[in-house]
Nanobody, 120 residues
């Protein structure tokens, strides 16, 4: 299974960015997809997940209302639309594929990460 994330870059505070992640090597539509991020010196944190059908999503309070996860099962691709970006959103963003277990997204494969830098 391979995941390729792209779309990161430098954006000003208040700006927007869309990340994409293409998946190959598994039946994309039956697995949950998610995004995580890791800022310098911090632990990796959950950002969003979406069910296989795309009908169920979840976000932590830190990004709720600003970030939107979506997927295109015909293209085996998941997206993360990030609006109203803040400097504290600066991190390496990772996409992942996996399952939902006890209400939590449990990835089993990860992408390589894409850097998002938000300037103040």
């Amino acid at each position: 299974v391979q995941l390729q994330a792209f779309g990161g870059g430098l954006v000003q505070s208040g700006g927007s960015l869309r990340l994409s992640c293409a998946v190959s090597g598994r039946t994309f539509s039956i697995y949950y997809m998610g995004w995580f991020r890791q800022a310098p010196g911090k632990e990796r944190e959950f950002v969003a997940h979406i069910s296989g059908s795309g009908q169920s999503t979840d976000y932590p309070d830190s990004v709720k209302g600003r970030f939107t996860i979506s997927r295109d099962n015909a293209k085996n691709t998941v997206y993360l639309q990030m609006n109203s970006l803040k400097p504290e959103d600066t991190a390496v963003y990772y996409c992942a594929t996996g399952v939902l277990y006890s209400g939590s997204f449990r990835p089993d494969f990860w992408g390589q990460g894409t850097l998002v830098t938000v300037s103040s």
